[in-house]
């Protein structure tokens, strides 16, 4: 069962020096989707960066949420996705409904398994994920265009953690066993908390030992690491330290330099995803790619959550990774799914929880926004 996340209130710090001022800024990352209880949300954009086989290393995406009323239908979304160059999707679970409207589609997909009673079960035995996989996978690719499999969104808890990664290697035991796992990625998408030192982002160090073992089972299957991560919470809470303009991509922000190896930041999220890369690397595991399952900035219903910020926000993020540039510390690699395609009413949580989206359940847009690929503005 889909469950509201509600904002985690446990914030990271990711302390920078300010190249001209030698100040610095506080940042913080957390939020998730509606998989998981007690969590939050989010991802981020549309469109196809480039053509060609080469584009998922700078892919945008939008994640769809399900948590509303007067939602429309699902072949409804999808045709939205393809009118508007959106080429790639997160869904929070295996809806069937949502899986046949996808066939043929050309969107790619990330897939959730559900909530964390799907991945303890996924967990319990082979037999479990072959069947999952059965049923979930084999009956939809490659009409479907699935490229991964997100076991687990933002678990919590140290028993629920456990699991996750059993659960993951079973999956991909079952995926292999199918002949498909040279297509499809099994991984588990992460809150920001589980990172610990962020500050400057080169000293990023797992929090917890059960993500050092899952960094180091992605880096031996290839697989990515799904994170989600909202310079919108880090802004939201620490105003006094982050400017507006460098938590939204705008060029007047003043850079910030990493003190450790002199990379320059421009905005927020690359000092956040580098803090990610740093991590891994510390965990063994510098190979792994981060895909960044999650990133929206909300309308309307708190600090900061205006049409014009959310839209300065998210056409940044859609024109960052459309640009192919990547990161400081990992140019050229960036995939971003925007949270979300519509506002959810049937959210649970802070009002800016139900104001994520980019289009009214209407399908009118709740601010202008440029895709890329199609160079059309809605």
């Known amino acids: 069962m889909r469950i509201s996340m509600a904002l985690a209130s446990t914030g990271l710090l990711l302390l920078l020096s300010v190249a001209a001022a030698d100040m610095s800024i506080v940042s913080y990352v957390g939020r998730s989707e509606e998989e998981t209880p007690d969590h939050q949300r989010s991802s981020n954009n549309f469109s196809n960066a480039v053509a060609g086989e080469g584009d998922s290393l700078r892919f945008v995406g939008v994640c769809y949420g399900t ?24 869904i929070y679970s295996p809806d069937r409904e949502a899986l046949d409207a996808l066939r043929n ?9 559900g909530g964390i009673d799907a991945v303890s079960w996924l967990g319990d035995s082979f037999a479990n994920a072959a069947a999952w996989v059965q049923d979930n996978v084999r009956s939809y690719y490659p009409a479907v265009n699935i490229k991964y499999i997100a076991v687990g969104n933002e678990v919590l808890g140290d028993g629920a953690t456990q699991r996750i990664l ?4 079973n999956v991909n035991a079952a995926l292999a066993a199918a002949g498909l796992a040279a297509g499809i990625k099994a991984s588990t998408s992460v809150r920001y908390d589980v990172f610990a030192s962020t500050s400057p982002p080169s000293a990023g160090v797992f929090a917890y030992p059960y993500m050092t073992a899952i960094a180091q089972y992605l880096a031996s299957t290839g697989a990515p690491l799904l994170a989600n991560v909202y310079p919108y919470f880090a802004y939201r809470d620490h105003p006094e330290y982050i400017s507006l303009d460098f938590a939204t991509f705008q060029p007047t922000a003043t850079p ?3 003190r450790n190896n002199g990379l320059v930041y421009h905005n927020l999220f690359d ?77 649970t949580g802070d009002a800016i929880e139900r104001n994520f989206g980019l289009f009214y359940p209407n399908k009118s847009p709740v601010y202008p926004i440029t895709f890329p690929n199609l160079h059309l503005e809605i």
């Open 67 to 90: 948590l509303g009323s007067d939602l429309p239908p699902r072949s409804e979304v999808v045709q939205m996705y393809k009118s508007l160059g959106i080429n790639g999707m997160r």
């Open 105 to 113: 589609s050309g969107v790619g997909v990330i897939l959730d398994v």
């Open 166 to 169: 059993p659960a993951m290697q």
């Open 256 to 258: 910030v330099v990493d």
């Open 271 to 347: 000092a956040m995803v580098d803090a990610i890369h740093a991590a891994l690397e510390k965990a063994g595991a510098g190979s792994v790619r981060v895909v960044v399952s999650e990133s929206g900035w909300p309308s309307a219903g708190g600090f900061a959550a205006t049409m014009d910020n959310a839209r300065r926000y998210n056409q940044g993020l859609v024109d960052h990774v459309a640009q192919g540039t990547g990161t400081p510390r990992r140019p050229g690699q960036l995939e971003a799914y925007v949270f979300a395609m519509f506002n959810e009413n049937q959210k």
